[in-house]
């Protein structure tokens, strides 16, 4: 990074220099001590009261800008490296929830220092995963990343005056509309708030991110997401029929599977091209060295493959001789975070929806299928998956925010496995003392109902509890329904290839109005990519719906920009970059504002609940 050579100004100059030890120091202290723990108790309570938690990139970011002002544009790489580290941290205590289900399984509890090294070693094992395959993802594939690409826009703007300048009525806008929606979208009237409004909002499911994050996307991608949710509500009585769904149960419940199915087809196609790809340049240069990578990217692939083989080998020596599971099921679960890290990548990517849970439901069946039988083995081996996805996906929309900032990935990988070790500290701490401090919270509520639990839903536990009760049932059919969408996912992703590499198609598609109608439709409708219709099989339709009306609002929108734009033009006319168009920080501010809301209704409610006095002692 580049010292500054203008003499320091204003506050800059009480502050250390770019670059320094205690530069980093401070950047440190501020994530680790202050807005890691914040987002951490956050998390913690959204995770255990609702049963999901908003990630902390978006948030973080935000704050961390108030601390790198001072030093101008140059303080957007500071605020990147406080965003990683305390996202880290929060997205970590989020999960102790997997506690939780321990104790409603009536499981015995290990020592806390056991369950802190065993997610210690899986979430450094994540992270390098997420390390590893940065270059398809973000640089190859170049996934947007909704909320990495929110955070990058706030950084750039918050941390330049100039930007600022030009960019806050939308930015700001945006985030005072998405806080405003987004308190009373979580449902929060037991707080004093006006049960009228939050009854009203919350009864329409307005999820104002999801909202946000379909604009920044356009409706190419969001639209398939309604195709393939549609589909499924058309083929729901088919399922029951053939045993796939109970009556009454949503598409959903079997949607996810085949929607991961989709995107590991259509990711094996891409990936094998990759590879021919690469062959064909050495083949093309005859062994002559690549070109060296910019600065701020380059990594040393040969430590990254031996961390993950370290971290790797560390989780099963810890899981076997630490926590006493069986080695078979550990070293089977810690390679099926090589294709769950990619999957769930590439869904964060599209949709900035990590389906977390959906792949610790489906290790826990393929688990199943090789011979699982206790429920223990099952939690603790498909916890290796769930906490690897989270953090292996934090680290790639990370990377995402540093790809559009040129942030130094070395030094954000450092601050994030920092992050990591805090974080894996506070999940255990965190979980223990609100189940302390709140019992009900360890009584079992699968299956019946429990007096007192109302502000306790924990339903991402639901899910997990659900899937490990089941593992002594046979159900074939959930490798039929996940072999299903990966056939699916393939000649989906083969066609599309094939059809968009033809010269002829090209050219009918770029020159004429009904070529560009034909190749819209054939994207958003006839032949989706599986990356953007798995979105569909994931979530509930009132998400979908919201998903969808942003993409086209933001399309139309943008769209409509442009031509105004194009007539109003004047010679000199200082413009935003080009990835900062309104659509983008409307949209941003959209996800900022409801991170913002989600903080405060965690922290809020700690306190109306009285949660705060019984977590401190008092």
Same mark, same amino acid.
């Given at each position: 990074?580049?010292?500054?050579?203008?003499?320091?100004?204003?506050?800059?100059?009480?502050?250390?220099?770019? !670059? *320094?030890?205690?530069?980093?120091?401070?950047?440190?202290?501020?994530?680790?001590?202050?807005?890691?723990?914040?987002?951490?108790?956050?998390?913690?309570?959204?995770?255990?009261?609702?049963?999901?938690?908003?990630?902390?990139?978006?948030?973080?970011?935000?704050? =961390?800008?108030?601390?790198?002002?001072?030093?101008?544009?140059?303080?957007?790489? =500071?605020?990147?490296?406080?965003?990683?580290?305390?996202?880290?941290?929060?997205?970590?205590?989020?999960?102790?929830?997997?506690?939780?289900?321990?104790?409603?399984?009536?499981?015995?509890?290990?020592?806390?220092?056991?369950?802190?090294?065993?997610?210690?070693?899986?979430?450094?094992?994540?992270?390098?995963?997420?390390?590893?395959?940065?270059?398809?993802?973000?640089?190859?594939?170049?996934?947007?990343?909704?909320?990495?690409?929110?955070?990058?826009?706030?950084?750039?703007?918050?941390?330049?005056?100039?930007?600022?300048?030009?960019?806050?009525?939308?930015?700001?806008?945006?985030?005072?509309?998405?806080?405003?929606? !987004?308190?009373?979208?979580?449902?929060?009237?037991?707080?004093?708030?006006?049960?009228?409004?939050?009854?009203?909002?919350?009864?329409?499911?307005?999820?104002?991110?999801?909202?946000?994050?379909?604009?920044?996307?356009?409706?190419?991608?969001?639209?398939?997401?309604?195709?393939?949710?549609?589909?499924?509500?058309?083929?729901?009585?088919?399922?029951?029929?053939?045993?796939?769904?109970?009556?009454?149960?949503?598409?959903?419940?079997?949607?996810?599977?085949?929607?991961?199915?989709?995107?590991?087809?259509?990711?094996?196609?891409?990936?094998?091209?990759?590879?021919?790809?690469?062959?064909?340049?050495?083949?093309?240069?005859?062994?002559?060295?690549?070109?060296?990578?910019?600065?701020?990217?380059?990594?040393?692939?040969?430590?990254?493959?031996?961390?993950?083989?370290?971290?790797?080998?560390?989780?099963?020596?810890?899981?076997?001789?630490?926590?006493?599971?069986?080695?078979?099921?550990?070293?089977?679960?810690?390679?099926?975070?090589?294709?769950?890290?990619?999957?769930?990548?590439?869904?964060?990517?599209?949709?900035?929806?990590?389906?977390?849970?959906?792949?610790?439901?489906?290790?826990?069946?393929?688990?199943?299928?090789?011979?699982?039988?206790?429920?223990?083995?099952?939690?603790?081996?498909? *916890?290796?998956?769930?906490?690897?996805?989270?953090? =292996?996906?934090?680290?790639?929309?990370?990377?995402?925010?540093?790809?559009?900032?040129?942030?130094?990935?070395?030094?954000?990988?450092?601050?994030?496995?920092?992050?990591?070790?805090?974080?894996?500290?506070?999940?255990?701490?965190?979980?223990?003392?609100?189940?302390?401090?709140?019992?009900?919270?360890?009584?079992?509520?699968? !299956?019946?109902?429990?007096? =007192?639990?109302?502000?306790?839903?924990?339903?991402?536990?639901?899910?997990?509890?659900?899937?490990?009760?089941?593992?002594?049932?046979?159900?074939?059919?959930?490798?039929?329904?996940?072999?299903?969408?990966?056939?699916?996912?393939?000649?989906?992703?083969?066609?599309?290839?094939?059809?968009?590499?033809?010269?002829?198609?090209?050219?009918?598609?770029?020159?004429?109005?009904?070529?560009?109608?034909?190749?819209?439709?054939?994207?958003?409708?006839?032949?989706?990519?599986?990356?953007? *219709?798995?979105?569909?099989?994931?979530?509930?339709?009132?998400?979908?719906?919201?998903?969808?009306?942003?993409?086209?609002?933001?399309?139309?929108?943008?769209?409509?920009?442009?031509?105004?734009?194009?007539?109003?033009?004047?010679?000199?006319?200082?413009?935003?970059?080009?990835?900062?168009?309104?659509?983008?920080?409307?949209?941003?501010?959209?996800?900022?504002?409801?991170?913002?809301?989600?903080?405060?209704?965690?922290?809020?409610?700690?306190?109306?609940?009285?949660?705060?006095?019984?977590?401190? !002692?008092?």
């Amino acid at each position: 990074m580049a010292e500054p050579t203008d003499p320091p100004a204003g506050l800059k100059r009480f502050l250390p220099r770019i !670059g *320094s030890p205690g530069y980093h120091l401070l950047l440190a202290a501020v994530a680790i001590f202050i807005l890691g723990p914040l987002g951490g108790i956050s998390a913690a309570f959204m995770n255990f009261s609702i049963g999901f938690f908003i990630g902390g990139q978006v948030l973080a970011g935000i704050l =961390g800008s108030a601390v790198t002002l001072p030093y101008g544009p140059e303080g957007k790489h =500071g605020a990147n490296y406080i965003q990683t580290m305390a996202a880290s941290v929060a997205g970590m205590c989020g999960l102790g929830v997997l506690i939780q289900a321990m104790v409603w399984l009536g499981l015995p509890e290990p020592a806390w220092w056991k369950l802190v090294l065993f997610y210690l070693c899986i979430g450094m094992y994540g992270v390098g995963l997420g390390m590893l395959y940065t270059p398809i993802l973000v640089d190859k594939m170049q996934l947007t990343y909704p909320s990495g690409f929110a955070v990058a826009n706030i950084l750039r703007a918050l941390t330049d005056k100039n930007l600022l300048k030009r960019s806050i009525a939308k930015l700001g806008g945006g985030i005072f509309a998405g806080y405003s929606v !987004g308190w009373f979208g979580l449902k929060y009237e037991v707080l004093g708030f006006s049960k009228t409004v939050t009854t009203l909002i919350g009864g329409w499911n307005i999820s104002i991110s999801t909202f946000g994050a379909g604009a920044i996307c356009g409706a190419r991608i969001a639209i398939p997401a309604l195709v393939v949710g549609l589909i499924g509500i058309w083929q729901t009585p088919h399922l029951v029929e053939m045993g796939w769904l109970e009556k009454g149960q949503p598409f959903r419940k079997i949607g996810f599977i085949i929607s991961l199915g989709t995107i590991l087809g259509a990711a094996i196609v891409d990936i094998l091209l990759i590879m021919i790809q690469a062959v064909k340049r050495y083949r093309e240069k005859s062994g002559a060295a690549a070109p060296p990578a910019e600065d701020w990217k380059r990594v040393n692939m040969r430590n990254l493959v031996l961390w993950i083989l370290f971290w790797g080998a560390g989780t099963v020596m810890v899981g076997s001789n630490v926590m006493k599971q069986p080695v078979l099921f550990l070293v089977v679960a810690v390679l099926l975070c090589f294709l769950f890290v990619l999957v769930n990548g590439i869904s964060l990517g599209i949709s900035d929806w990590n389906p977390i849970s959906s792949a610790f439901v489906v290790t826990v069946f393929i688990l199943s299928a090789i011979g699982l039988k206790d429920p223990t083995v099952g939690l603790m081996c498909a *916890s290796i998956v769930l906490i690897a996805c989270s953090e =292996g996906g934090d680290m790639q929309q990370d990377r995402s925010t540093g790809w559009r900032l040129g942030t130094n990935r070395l030094v954000q990988f450092r601050y994030q496995v920092i992050g990591i070790t805090m974080g894996a500290l506070l999940a255990v701490a965190l979980a223990k003392v609100f189940m302390n401090a709140y019992p009900v919270l360890k009584i079992d509520q699968f !299956g019946h109902k429990v007096p =007192g639990a109302e502000q306790w839903q924990s339903t991402m536990t639901f899910k997990f509890v659900g899937a490990l009760k089941g593992i002594t049932e046979a159900k074939p059919y959930v490798m039929k329904a996940m072999w299903m969408g990966i056939g699916l996912g393939v000649i989906i992703e083969v066609l599309r290839k094939s059809i968009k590499a033809s010269a002829r198609y090209k050219e009918f598609a770029k020159n004429s109005r009904r070529g560009k109608v034909t190749d819209f439709t054939l994207d958003a409708v006839l032949l989706s990519s599986p990356y953007a *219709s798995s979105f569909g099989g994931f979530v509930e339709m009132p998400t979908i719906w919201w998903w969808t009306a942003g993409g086209v609002a933001g399309s139309l929108y943008g769209a409509l920009e442009e031509k105004l734009r194009a007539a109003r033009a004047k010679p000199g006319d200082a413009e935003l970059p080009a990835d900062m168009s309104t659509v983008s920080l409307v949209g941003g501010g959209l996800i900022a504002g409801e991170s913002l809301a989600a903080l405060t209704v965690g922290i809020y409610g700690l306190i109306a609940s009285g949660a705060l006095q019984k977590l401190f !002692g008092g």
